[in-house]
Nanobody, 121 residues
């Protein structure tokens, strides 16, 4: 069984920073494109940042220059460094993997359980 487990969320003041982590567990051979999404109350889930297995990245316009996505393939982990946080960044942040290759087969479109980020003074 493959799981994605997020951590690192919490309460932070405007202008502050947080670093989210998403670790994939299981007998994993390869993680392909990984992404962070977020969903604020009453809004649809939106893409925040994406990173391919070759480390190519893209970002939502709203977070460009403030957020950085990275990955450690040896640890099967993806990170989201969030700087200069704003109240409008408040949301539940979800990790997504488009494909995970494991000893038991391939898994597609896997999601973590989410971690709450609240930006407030």
């Amino acid at each position: 069984q493959v799981q994605l487990v997020e951590s690192g969320g919490g309460l932070v003041q405007p202008g502050g920073s947080l670093r989210l982590s998403c670790a994939a567990s299981g007998s994993i051979y390869r993680l392909y494109t990984m992404a962070w999404y977020r969903q604020a109350p009453g809004k649809q889930r939106e893409l925040v940042a994406r990173i391919t297995n070759a480390a190519g990245t893209n970002y939502a316009d709203s977070v460009k220059g403030r957020f950085t996505i990275s990955r450690d393939n040896a640890k099967n982990t993806v990170y989201l460094q969030m700087n200069s946080l704003k109240p409008e960044d408040t949301a539940v942040y979800y990790c997504n993997a488009d494909q995970i290759v494991t000893s038991a087969g391939n898994y597609y479109d896997r999601w973590g359980q989410g971690t709450q980020v609240t930006v407030s003074s």
